[in-house]
């Protein structure tokens, strides 16, 4: 008996489960796409073979093909076809797929922006288990996109993502406990929850996670007031493009909160601060007193009306002093009542108080 199934295997007679259409051309893509079984990773050469398995139907095949298409990788970025070929697989029930393609009606990629087929595609993506889907539908029901508003709801699907082990879910988890969200204020269980976040592998989530410890720190909810600590928690969230963070950490050496005081250094990252009225007021504060950096009433009068057109009122009050004076521009006494009664009118007033809140 035992020789007649050799020969059976021998001959190719014994019956086999046939393998899905595509499969082996998709293997090769993804063996090259990854660098796996001793391949030399090149994208390039993998997007043919996931082309051809996706041709044939292969819902794997169609999902890298999106990914392909969507990032760029081995092919020019094609958004039509990374939705398209999203949609393929989707049609398939690939779980994966389900979520980019709601993810690119979400966008507007490669497809008119239309949040309430992204929220359809997010649900059936966190029907499956899907952990990204399942904090995309918590984040829709938290700021009301393609649906009513729902905290509650909110809260439910961040703790399903949170559950699965999705960081980011984690982080958003911990800021409904923060804010009472949903739920009952925590601030315990949302610095645990940021704590762990932070593990993330994602930069972003990092970043977020850390910034939120920070304040924890910072105003001592939920954990023992620690300035220091807050200050290394801004650190890192800065070294993860936090942009609040970097204006934060500019504030502390500008004050000399949880480090040494360090104008120069508080200036140079008060600089790097990306479209932020209170940043700029306070880099034109640094030009206007010579405050870690050499005085130019110029400079400073051209960050005070960025800040004060970004409606910081800190700022128009100083466009109206410049304006009044003549520092850094020519006397205007029009210009200067103008601003003067429109920082009356915005109240928007920079505090570090506002920002740890």
């Known amino acids: 008996m035992r020789f007649f199934f050799i020969l059976a295997i021998l001959c190719g007679t014994l019956l086999l489960p046939a393998e899905e259409p595509g499969q082996q051309e998709y293997r090769l893509g993804l063996n090259l796409f990854e660098g796996l079984n001793g391949s030399v990773q090149d994208r390039e050469a993998a997007f043919p073979f996931f082309k051809q398995a996706a041709a044939r139907g292969n819902a794997d095949a169609q999902y890298r093909l999106g990914h392909c298409y969507e990032f760029g990788f081995g092919t020019p970025k094609e958004p039509a076809k990374a939705r398209e070929a999203?949609?393929?697989?989707?049609?398939?029930?690939?779980?994966?797929?389900?979520?980019?393609?709601?993810?690119?009606?979400?966008?507007?990629?490669?497809?008119?922006?239309?949040?309430?087929?992204?929220?359809?595609?997010?649900?059936?993506?966190?029907?499956?288990?899907?952990?990204?889907?399942?904090?995309?539908?918590?984040?829709?029901?938290?700021?009301?996109?393609?649906?009513?508003?729902?905290?509650?709801?909110?809260?439910?699907?961040?703790?399903?993502?949170?559950?699965?082990?999705?960081?980011?879910?984690?982080?958003?988890?911990?800021?409904?406990?923060?804010?009472?969200?949903?739920?009952?204020?925590?601030?315990?269980?949302?610095?645990?929850?940021?704590?762990?976040?932070?593990?993330?592998?994602?930069?972003?989530?990092?970043?977020?996670g850390y910034f939120s410890l920070g304040l924890c720190c910072l105003t001592g909810k939920g954990v023992e007031k620690n300035r220091e600590e807050a200050f290394r928690c801004f650190r890192n969230a800065a070294d993860s493009y936090?942009?609040?963070?970097?204006?934060?950490?500019?504030?502390?050496?500008?004050?000399?909160?949880?480090?040494?005081?360090?104008?120069?250094?508080?200036?140079?990252?008060?600089?790097?601060?990306?479209?932020?009225?209170?940043?700029?007021?306070?880099?034109?504060?640094?030009?206007?007193?010579g405050t870690g950096t050499a005085k130019n009433a110029k400079l400073a009068f051209q960050s005070f009306r960025k800040a004060a057109d970004g409606g910081s009122a800190d700022a128009m009050n100083m466009l109206a002093l410049c304006y009044r004076k003549g520092i850094g521009t020519s006397p205007n006494p029009d210009k200067s009542e103008f601003w003067k009664k429109h920082a009356a009118r915005s109240g928007r007033k920079f505090s570090l108080v506002h920002l740890t809140e």
């Open 242 to 289: 936090h942009n609040e963070a970097r204006l934060l950490i500019g504030v502390m050496y500008l004050r000399g909160i949880g480090t040494q005081a360090d104008p120069a250094e508080a200036f140079r990252q008060l600089s790097l601060v990306r479209r932020s009225p209170a940043a700029d007021y306070l880099v034109g504060m640094c030009y206007f007193q």
């Open 86 to 208: 999203y949609e393929q697989a989707a049609k398939q029930g690939h779980t994966e797929a389900l979520f980019r393609l709601g993810n690119c009606h979400y966008v507007g990629l490669g497809t008119p922006q239309d949040y309430a087929r992204a929220l359809e595609c997010f649900r059936k993506a966190a029907e499956q288990g899907n952990a990204d889907a399942l904090m995309s539908v918590g984040f829709c029901y938290e700021n009301g996109t393609g649906v009513e508003k729902n905290p509650k709801l909110a809260f439910e699907y961040y703790s399903k993502a949170a559950n699965a082990g999705l960081s980011l879910g984690q982080y958003y988890l911990g800021r409904c406990y923060y804010h009472g969200k949903g739920t009952t204020k925590d601030y315990a269980k949302a610095v645990e929850l940021f704590r762990k976040s932070i593990q993330s592998e994602s930069r972003l989530c990092r970043g977020l």
